[in-house]
């Protein structure tokens, strides 16, 4: 899905920074194993020192995010 694979490993034994990205690079990750959703990093920007604040932040969004879980009885009527 994401063209060429290099697995890293799982999200528990793996850092962003263990990724050895650069600008304008990206990663993905596999979110949701039953529902096989898929997302897509694109790096930005690398700093130093991270900007106070709450982190992970969204910085920009494609389209109206989809519900994590559907109401399959709403879409039966």
Same mark, same amino acid.
């Given at each position: 899905?994401f @063209?060429?694979?290099?697995?890293? %490993? /799982?999200?528990?034994?793996t850092? +962003?920074?263990? =990724?050895?990205?650069?600008?304008?690079?990206?990663? @993905?990750?596999?979110?949701?194993? %039953? /529902?096989?959703?898929?997302?897509? +990093?694109?790096? =930005?920007?690398?700093?130093?020192?991270?900007?106070? @604040?709450?982190?992970?932040?969204?910085t920009?969004?494609?389209?109206?995010?989809?519900?994590?879980?559907?109401?399959?009885?709403?879409?039966?009527?």
């Amino acid at each position: 899905m994401f @063209g060429e694979s290099n697995i890293h %490993g /799982d999200v528990h034994d793996t850092t +962003i920074d263990s =990724l050895k990205l650069k600008k304008d690079e990206a990663f @993905g990750y596999w979110f949701d194993f %039953g /529902d096989d959703w898929w997302h897509q +990093i694109n790096v =930005l920007s690398i700093d130093d020192k991270s900007p106070k @604040g709450r982190y992970p932040r969204v910085t920009k969004r494609i389209g109206k995010s989809p519900p994590q879980y559907a109401d399959f009885d709403e879409e039966d009527e």
